[in-house]
């Protein structure tokens, strides 16, 4: 028994052995293409948060402030170590632990899944919600390559622990250990696709709970007689999260001399929200025509989602309200029983 799963950890090996000895440069330069964007993107994004922070410290004048200024120390200690990792990768140097989806990048190759694939395009298709077009095809190919790579070590190491511990007599212990090794790698592999699941359904809940009060400041101030440019940019950096965040990123661009149309395009793209698509395309549409129109159409915009909230709270509140039901038949159950069984032991029927 022991020869044969050593034979089979042996052949998993080779396997293995196989896919990192003859993947070619093209896969070192996938990942360290995907690490590189990872890390421009984390530059961006601790940018973007740093300058809010500094922007906020002045306007409140609490420049002495220790908790902003512990918090500004953070931001900045990670933008430190995110330029560090773009410059070693900017270099062609992947790290140590990028040499596990090089095996899933050339199985992959091996299969021939390209952008066709049901499964690549159905990740490609998350991914492209809080990533750019391209940075988001390398970075759905990056987490399935790094998911195969995984769960092919994790047999390699699985297997091999089972004959190692089986030739020592350790019974069902070397099971446990052996399925223990590949669990452990399967999960490792997992995290990054689960994250992606997660970092999607957060952001699109947080948007969808933020977009009402962005369109009541942006109506606000336009009513008021403020540019449109300089009201997004009012309203970007006095608020905190998700969508605050890629309004803050097309300021970015647009500083960067990006085409106001391909920012804001880009930024309809990323929240992926029907309202956030309409505001977007009515100020690229409007960038000539004054606020004369434009104002009009953020007060309807204001009162459709201010008004697909409250449906969107009623909505929540019966689902809430079906979710207690089971709970809430078994506490008067439990109530029942506590009445009823006292009393019945009273008039002796047990």
């Keep these: 028994m022991e020869v044969i799963i050593i034979l089979i950890a042996t052949v998993l090996f080779i396997i293995y052995a196989f896919l990192i000895m003859t993947a070619g440069e093209n896969i070192t330069e996938a990942i360290v293409t995907c690490r590189r964007e990872t890390a421009e993107e984390n530059i961006k994004m601790t940018t973007i948060s740093l300058n809010k922070l500094v922007a906020l410290m002045k306007r409140r004048d609490e420049l002495k402030d220790k908790k ?12 430190d170590e995110n330029q560090k990792a773009l410059a ?15 095996a899933g990048y050339r199985f992959i190759q091996l299969m021939k899944w390209d952008g066709t694939n049901n499964f690549v395009k159905k990740l490609n298709s998350q991914c492209v919600q809080f990533k750019e077009k391209k940075e988001a095809m390398n970075y759905a190919y990056f987490v399935l390559a790094n998911l195969i790579g995984s769960l092919v070590l994790g ?5 091999a622990l089972l004959g190692v511990f089986l030739s020592l007599h350790w019974g069902i212990k070397s099971v446990i250990f052996a399925l223990g090794a590949f669990i452990l790698f399967g999960i ?8 992606l699941n997660s970092i999607i359904n957060n952001r699109k809940e947080e948007i969808e709970n933020q977009f009402p009060q962005v369109a009541s400041e942006l109506t606000l101030l336009t009513v008021a007689g403020m540019e449109v440019s300089q009201a997004w940019k009012l309203v970007a950096e006095n608020g905190d999260g998700v969508l605050y965040d890629e309004m803050s990123r097309v300021l970015l661009d647009l500083n960067n001399n990006v085409p106001p149309a ?24 409007n960038m000539s025509k004054g606020n004369a129109e ?18 969107n709270s009623k909505r929540m509140g019966e689902k809430i309200q079906s979710k207690l039901l089971v709970p809430t038949l078994l506490m008067f159950g439990g109530i029942l029983l506590l009445v009823i069984v006292p009393v019945l032991t009273g008039f002796n029927f047990f």
Excluded at 68 to 79: P, Q, S, V, Y
Excluded at 155 to 159: M, Q
């Design 262 to 285: 391909e920012a804001y395009s880009k930024f309809m793209v990323k929240c992926n929200n029907n309202y956030a698509n309409k505001l977007a395309t009515a100020i690229i549409q």
């Design 155 to 159: 047999a390699v190491v699985g297997i």
């Design 88 to 102: 070693r990768y900017e270099k062609g140097k992947p790290g140590l632990g990028d040499l596990i989806p090089v």
């Design 68 to 79: 902003m200024i512990k918090k500004g120390k953070k931001l900045k200690a990670t933008l």
């Design 188 to 195: 490792i592999g997992y995290l990054p696709l689960d994250n």
């Design 294 to 311: 434009i104002v009009n159409l953020f007060r309807r915009l204001n009162d459709e989602c201010w008004m697909e909230r409250k449906h």
